[in-house]
């Protein structure tokens, strides 16, 4: 079998677990909820889920699977619009640039789980290391040559191999950490202000905007991800019923992961002596709850600093695997429209990527800030909009019913007009989801965001005209 192909279905599926379950899952979900409703939030993300996060999860799937094909050559077929699949990749290797970046943060902590006991002030730690630049580059060479040797060899002896490692332990790290969250003094309270549902929430449309937003961003969708990942199944492959278990598995391990982060804050909230987390004075959300606030608890355990070792360990390294597995398959998505159109050869393609990753990730080491600008645009906002126009065009413009009748040849669970009429109902959503978010973060549009914008749209243009 070429390595350029799944061999088990059950390696096509783990590796696009590992895609979805990145680091939003655990660092964004939980800190949503509470925001929302707490128990209340679950009822719009599962809609969500249902009418937005499977029907397109489906599509991608259908769309690399039918035409054995990566995002650029896939949208040349279905609707003549090679430039926006190049679009699509484009972003998502600019996502590449800057997550790289996160994770060496994420890989220098791991290796300094072993000593973090012995520092008093996790927000002094993080300001530390931001500012050693050094300690960042050499983590984020680190990361980018582990993540060139998986994707440099293939498919099955690559990816799937590491996926099939990976998301075991990593589903094992996070049951030990809500284990230990729930046995920890004061957990129940914690726990309580993730799931206490405020039906009030439920007339707010913030929530129902974060609940749809938080679905399509965390099931990697509108990134070419899925498409290139299902370009390599064999034909008689069943699509239907392994889109439903990659989301499914996606948004369990959000919620799931949830509880040992509020029983952590819970505990939190006690060693404080506050009664709500907002008097906590720290960040509950983004890469500082993960940073700054979770490693302050674990500061903190009883029988310490021994637990305060192994937990902190183990919180990073779960986090490093959930992003590493993310980082393989952005930069999988990216190389596999080059070779569809260009046939450059796996090995060069991998090693010429890896170099620019290493390269364009410099400015976000020297400046931080810049992390959180692009993110907007990048890892936000064009998401949704290459995930709304893609919606859009099979539901709206082409022959869906062929989609459809490709998908129940292998299906056991068939799909019908059902699955395009839930296609345009997400086309509606995520047209919300958009506008929403754009008004209402109308100053993250910077020039920044606009010449990124500007420099994407030329580029897929000049790639989709050469020949």
């Known amino acids: 079998m070429s390595n350029d192909q799944w061999?088990?279905?059950?390696?096509?599926?783990?590796?696009?677990?590992?895609?979805?379950?990145?680091?939003?899952?655990?660092?964004?979900?939980?800190?949503?909820?509470?925001?929302?409703?707490?128990?209340?939030?679950?009822?719009?993300?599962?809609?969500?889920?249902?009418?937005?996060?499977?029907?397109?999860?489906?599509?991608?799937?259908?769309?690399?699977?039918?035409?054995?094909?990566?995002?650029?050559?896939?949208?040349?077929?279905?609707?003549?619009?090679?430039?926006?699949?190049?679009?699509?990749?484009?972003?998502?290797?600019?996502?590449?640039?800057?997550?790289?970046?996160?994770l060496s943060w994420v890989l220098i902590y791991v290796l300094l789980s072993f000593?973090?006991?012995?520092?008093?002030?996790?927000?002094?730690?993080?300001?530390?290391?931001?500012?050693?630049?050094?300690?960042?580059?050499?983590?984020?060479?680190?990361?980018?040559?582990?993540?060139?040797?998986?994707?440099?060899?293939?498919?099955?002896?690559?990816?799937?191999?590491?996926?099939?490692?990976?998301?075991?332990?990593?589903?094992?790290?996070?049951?030990v950490l809500v284990i230990r969250g729930l046995t920890l003094p004061n957990a129940t309270q914690g726990i309580g202000w993730y799931l206490s549902p405020n039906f009030g929430y439920l007339t707010n449309a913030k929530t129902w905007i974060d609940a749809f937003g938080q679905i399509f961003f965390s099931l990697s969708l509108g990134s070419g991800i899925m498409i290139a990942y299902a370009k390599y199944l064999p034909r008689n492959t069943e699509l239907v019923n392994s889109a439903r278990i990659v989301s499914l598995a996606n948004c369990g391990f959000s919620f799931f992961f949830g509880f040992a982060t509020w029983s952590i804050i819970g505990y939190?909230?006690?060693?404080?002596?506050?009664?709500?987390?907002?008097?906590?004075?720290?960040?509950?959300?983004?890469?500082?709850?993960?940073?700054?606030?979770?490693?302050?608890?674990?500061?903190?355990?009883?029988?310490?600093?021994?637990?305060t070792m192994i937990f902190s360990f183990i919180f990073f390294l779960l986090l490093y695997l959930a992003g590493f597995t993310s980082l393989i398959s952005l930069i999988e998505a990216f190389y596999v429209g080059f070779a569809d159109k260009f046939k450059i050869d796996r090995q060069k393609g991998i090693t010429a990527i890896t170099i620019a990753g290493i390269l364009l990730g410099i400015p976000y080491v020297l400046n931080a800030n810049l992390i959180e600008q692009i993110d907007f645009i990048a890892g936000s906002t064009l998401l949704v909009f290459v995930g709304l126009i893609e919606a859009m065009f099979v539901a709206y413009f082409t022959n869906a019913r062929r989609f459809v009748t490709h998908a129940n040849r292998y299906a056991k669970t068939k799909i019908g007009r059902t699955w395009i009429y839930m296609l345009r109902v997400a086309v509606i959503s995520l047209a919300l989801v958009l506008i929403c978010g754009i008004l209402e973060a109308g100053e993250m549009l910077t020039s920044i965001s606009i010449t990124i914008l500007f420099i994407l749209l030329i580029l897929s243009i000049v790639l989709a005209l050469k020949k």
């Not at 680091?23 to 009822?43: H, M, Q, V």
């Not at 040797?149 to 589903?171: D, F, H, M, N, T």
């Not at 720290?282 to 021994?306: D, R, V």
Request: glycine residues 8%; hydrophobic residues 55%; positive net charge.
């Open 268 to 307: 939190l909230m006690m060693i404080n002596n506050v009664t709500s987390p907002a008097n906590l004075n720290m960040p509950l959300s983004g890469a500082s709850l993960a940073f700054i606030t979770i490693p302050t608890a674990l500061l903190e355990l009883p029988g310490k600093p021994l637990t």
């Open 7 to 102: 061999k088990t279905r059950l390696g096509f599926i783990l590796a696009a677990i590992g895609s979805a379950i990145g680091l939003g899952n655990i660092w964004r979900f939980s800190w949503l909820a509470y925001r929302n409703g707490g128990g209340s939030f679950l009822i719009p993300y599962f809609i969500a889920l249902a009418i937005v996060g499977i029907p397109i999860m489906i599509l991608e799937f259908l769309l690399g699977h039918y035409f054995r094909a990566g995002a650029p050559k896939a949208y040349a077929k279905v609707a003549k619009m090679e430039w926006f699949g190049w679009f699509a990749i484009l972003n998502s290797f600019l996502i590449t640039t800057y997550y790289a970046v996160v």
């Open 115 to 175: 000593k973090v006991a012995s520092l008093q002030q996790p927000r002094d730690l993080f300001d530390v290391i931001l500012s050693t630049h050094s300690w960042i580059i050499a983590s984020l060479i680190i990361t980018w040559v582990l993540a060139w040797y998986v994707v440099y060899r293939g498919i099955a002896e690559g990816i799937e191999k590491v996926s099939k490692r990976v998301i075991p332990i990593l589903w094992i790290l996070a049951t």
